[in-house]
């Protein structure tokens, strides 16, 4: 027997005998490792002793298995802890233990920053700096357009939507039909301008601001129940006019 493949079998037998005996880990012992130098010198053995002296390392290997199997399962078992010795540990531990046990597993979600003077002059330094946000991209894109406003009936004109023809005529047919529909008392004026066809309705309450803005209509609100009525005048009336805004919506 060669005194370098003896040696092998001492170490694996040695090795195997030092972890069963004390409380390191089983899984240090690299069992593929060893199996692997077996099955290299196996071939080589020729009398008896050697033969008996591989299977003395062999059974050694296994034990170490075998520990390896006691070691998870204890391993697995002591990941349990009963809720009420839990509990009852709790109770007995000090103020001060019980405070740094939860200082250990602390992990807060929200944190308190202070603000110092440098900060608060980087914050105003920043927005006084930053330009509005309509000129940004003015270089790249241009302006986005105009800002809102009122177009009047002039302006409506000058686009080419109708003429002034068309648009007199329009009024007269809107102020008979209030006439008809008032008979000289006072109507609701979502009645009046209800229609099926949003743009017709939005067109008869376009219409009908102009004849109260000519005097030839008035309008009233009840304050209590925000209710809006209209009724036809005979003739144009004079004197200051108030502005009153009343929104025309799809369902409304």
């Known amino acids: 027997m060669g005194d370098k493949k003896l040696e092998d079998l001492l170490r694996v037998i040695s090795l195997c005998a030092s972890i069963q005996s004390s ?12 199996l692997q130098v077996l099955k290299k010198h196996l ?51 000090s103020r001060q233990a019980l405070a740094e046990s939860f200082v250990k597993s602390w992990h807060p979600i929200a944190q308190l920053d202070q603000l110092s003077p440098k900060g608060l002059e980087k914050a105003f330094v920043y927005w006084r700096d930053l330009r509005p946000f309509s000129e940004r991209f003015k270089d790249q894109f241009g ?14 004109v000058d686009l080419g939507i109708f003429t002034q023809e068309q648009f007199d005529s329009k009024m007269n047919v809107v ?8 008979k000289g008392e006072w ?18 309450a376009y219409i009908l601001a102009f ?42």
């Open 23 to 34: 409380s390191a880990n089983p899984f240090e012992v690299d069992i593929i490792e060893k």
């Open 43 to 93: 071939p080589d053995w020729e009398f008896l002793d050697e033969l008996l002296l591989d299977s003395e390392a062999l059974y050694e290997l296994a034990q170490i298995v075998k520990l390896q199997d006691l070691w998870l399962k204890q391993k697995a078992t002591s990941l349990y802890i009963d809720p009420l010795l839990v509990q009852l540990k709790v109770k007995l531990l």
């Open 143 to 156: 302006t986005y357009g105009a800002r809102p406003g009122v177009v009047d009936y002039q302006d409506l």
């Open 175 to 182: 102020y008979d039909e209030l006439v008809l529909t008032s």
């Open 187 to 204: 109507v609701d004026y979502r009645e009046f301008i209800e229609s099926s066809e949003v743009e017709k309705k939005i067109t008869r």
């Open 211 to 252: 004849l109260i803005s000519d005097g030839r209509a008035l309008v009233k609100t009840d304050p209590l129940t925000g209710k809006i009525s209209i009724t036809p005048l005979p003739r144009r009336a004079t004197g200051e006019a108030k502005s009153v805004a009343i929104s025309v919506t799809e369902g409304t």
